[in-house]
C-alpha cells in the first residue's frame, strides 16, 4: 500500500502549487501504509514580477551611436551584447535584449529593437525658365517626413518662384537639413518681322521675307533653322527661339492678302491747240490693271471717244477722224478691274466730266 499526503492547503498529491504574496509557511504531512503520520513545514517567500523598461535616446542617425537604459525594479541586469550595466550604448540596428534575474530565481525579459537611418546625398539646386515652374522630387527610401521652408509637407513640391529653399527630411528621431538654390533662366525674346504689305499677284524675286528676331536659336515650324523664313502665300507662320539654357519662346504671324488697289487719275480739262501743253487728255493709272475701257460722250450722248487701252489718249477729235469736236464739255465712262491676289478679281467704276478748251 502508497503512502497518502496531505498539504496546507489540503491537497492529496505528492506534490501541490501554492500562490500568494509575501512569506507564507507550508506544511505537508506523509501516512504509510502502517498509519504512521510524520509531518514538515518549510517557509515559501513570493517574489514580485521583475519589471522592465528599456528606454532608448533614439534610433542611430548617420552612423551615431545611441543609449540604451534598462530600468528594473530589482535583479542583476544580463543584456545580450554581455554587458551588466544598467545602460550600454549600440551603434547598429537590431534587436536588443536585456535577462534580469532576482536573488530568488526569478527571470525577466525584455527586448527593444533599434534602428539606423541615414538620409541621402540630395542636390536640389535647380532653374525653371522664365514662365514656368520645376517640380522637386527627391529620390529617396520610404519613410521620411518632409518638411519644406515653402510650408509645403508632401515629398514633391512644385515651385514656380526663383530663391533660397530649405528642406528639412526627419525620420523616427533623426533630423537632416538640405539648403539649396531655385534660380530662374529668362525666356529668349523673339519677335516677328516682314517688310511691306503681302500681295501674292506682286511677289518680289524669291517671295517675301519673314524675319524672326531672336537672342536664342531660331526654329520656323517647317524646321527651317533660320531667321529669315521666304514665303510665297498668305497663312499663319509659327516660329520658336531656343536659349543655351533650353528656355523656349513661341510666336506666331499671319500674313492675309493686302494688296493695293491700283489707283486712276483723269483730268477734267485740256487744250488741244498743239501748243505742247495739255494737248492731250488720257488717263494716269499706276498698278496692274486686268481690263480697261473708257468711253466719252458729248452732251447728246454720242461717243466721241472709246478705247480699251489705258495708255491710248484722246486729242479731242471725234472717234479718231479728222473732225474735231467742238469747246465744251464731255462725260466719260471708265470701267477696270484688277487682280488683287487671293482676295480675286477688283472691279470698280469711275465717271466724271472733261472740259475741252480750244
Not at 541586469?77 to 549600440?90: C, Y
Not at 531672336?214 to 502665300?233: K, P, Y
Request: proline share 3%; aromatic share 10%; with cysteine.
Amino acid at each position: 500500500m502508497s503512502d497518502n499526503y496531505l498539504w496546507s492547503n489540503g491537497e492529496t498529491d505528492q506534490s501541490a502549487t501554492y500562490f500568494g504574496e509575501g512569506t507564507i509557511t507550508v506544511w505537508a504531512e506523509v501516512i504509510d501504509a502502517n498509519n504512521c503520520a510524520s509531518r514538515d513545514s518549510v517557509d515559501i517567500v513570493f517574489s514580485l514580477p521583475i519589471d522592465i523598461e528599456l528606454l532608448s535616446a533614439g534610433a542611430i542617425c548617420e552612423g551615431e551611436p545611441t543609449i540604451l537604459t534598462a530600468v528594473v525594479s530589482e535583479g542583476d541586469i544580463f543584456w545580450g551584447t554581455g554587458e551588466t550595466t544598467n545602460q550600454i550604448t549600440v551603434g547598429e540596428a537590431g534587436i536588443y535584449s536585456v535577462t534580469v534575474s532576482d536573488a530568488f530565481g526569478c527571470v525577466g525579459v525584455d527586448s527593444i529593437e533599434i534602428f539606423e537611418v541615414n538620409f541621402p546625398v540630395l542636390d536640389l539646386d535647380s532653374e525653371f525658365c522664365e514662365g514656368s515652374s520645376v517640380i522637386l522630387a527627391p529620390e529617396v527610401d520610404f519613410g521620411f517626413d518632409f518638411q519644406w521652408s515653402n510650408n509645403e509637407e508632401t515629398a514633391t513640391i512644385e515651385i514656380s518662384e526663383p530663391g533660397n529653399y530649405t528642406l528639412i527630411m526627419s525620420q523616427f528621431d533623426c533630423e537632416q537639413t538640405y539648403d539649396f538654390v531655385i534660380a530662374e533662366q529668362l525666356a529668349p525674346q523673339l519677335e516677328i518681322m516682314i517688310e511691306g504689305d503681302f500681295c501674292s499677284t506682286e511677289l518680289p524675286a524669291g517671295g517675301y521675307l519673314l524675319t524672326a528676331i531672336s537672342n536664342g536659336a531660331v526654329l520656323w515650324q517647317n524646321d527651317i533653322q533660320d531667321a529669315v523664313l521666304t514665303i510665297n502665300q498668305s497663312g499663319t507662320y509659327q516660329v520658336s527661339a531656343t536659349s543655351a539654357e533650353g528656355c523656349i519662346t513661341t510666336d506666331e504671324i499671319t500674313i492675309v492678302e493686302s494688296c493695293p488697289e491700283p489707283t486712276l487719275y483723269a483730268p477734267n480739262a485740256f487744250t488741244p491747240d498743239n501748243d505742247g501743253l495739255n494737248d492731250v487728255w488720257n488717263v494716269e493709272y499706276d498698278g496692274e490693271l486686268s481690263s480697261f475701257s473708257v468711253i466719252i460722250f458729248d452732251r447728246d450722248g454720242n461717243v466721241v471717244f472709246r478705247s480699251a487701252d489705258a495708255a491710248e489718249y484722246w486729242i479731242g477729235n471725234v472717234n479718231g477722224g479728222d473732225y474735231y469736236a467742238k469747246d465744251g464739255v464731255y462725260n466719260y465712262l471708265i470701267t477696270y478691274s484688277a487682280v488683287r491676289g487671293e482676295n480675286g478679281l477688283l472691279s470698280k467704276e469711275l465717271r466724271g466730266h472733261i472740259v475741252l478748251i480750244r
